[in-house]
């Protein structure tokens, strides 16, 4: 049976997907500029990244991100598992506000959840 994703779910995966094509479109350019023997400074990299749109689509990622995390935690309050090791879950969440590692843990975590919550 087929995996049913939640809309914070999906607009993750869509964000995620859409930031690692601008990432990739970013990456060829600098080659690309490598290649012809140009130097890639500061002032390059941020033309580039102004032109394929990497700032706009990383806060699109981390805005979906963001609402999956808070989805997630909405989700799982009435779970036993969470219920039961409450303050481990929320010093958990409280911890990826500052670990990157933290938060993607639980951002591979959300994506295995197969609830039906919007």
């Not at 601008?22 to 600098?30: E, F, G, N, T, Y």
């Not at 941020?46 to 706009?56: D, F, S, W």
Request: net charge negative.
């Amino acid at each position: 049976m087929k995996k049913k994703h939640s809309k914070p779910q999906i607009d993750y995966l869509a964000a995620r997907e859409h930031f690692l094509q601008i990432s990739s479109q970013a990456d060829k350019r600098i080659a690309a500029l490598k290649e012809e023997g140009k130097e890639v400074g500061q002032e390059e990299m941020e033309e580039i990244i102004e032109r394929v749109g990497l700032h706009r689509a990383y806060n699109e990622l981390t805005h979906a991100e963001n609402t999956l995390i808070n989805w997630t935690q909405m989700a799982i309050k009435s779970e036993p598992e969470f219920m039961a090791k409450r303050g481990e879950f929320e010093e958990l969440y409280e911890l990826i506000k500052t670990n990157a590692e933290a938060r993607g843990a639980i951002l591979n975590l959300a994506m295995r959840l197969n609830l039906e919550l919007a």
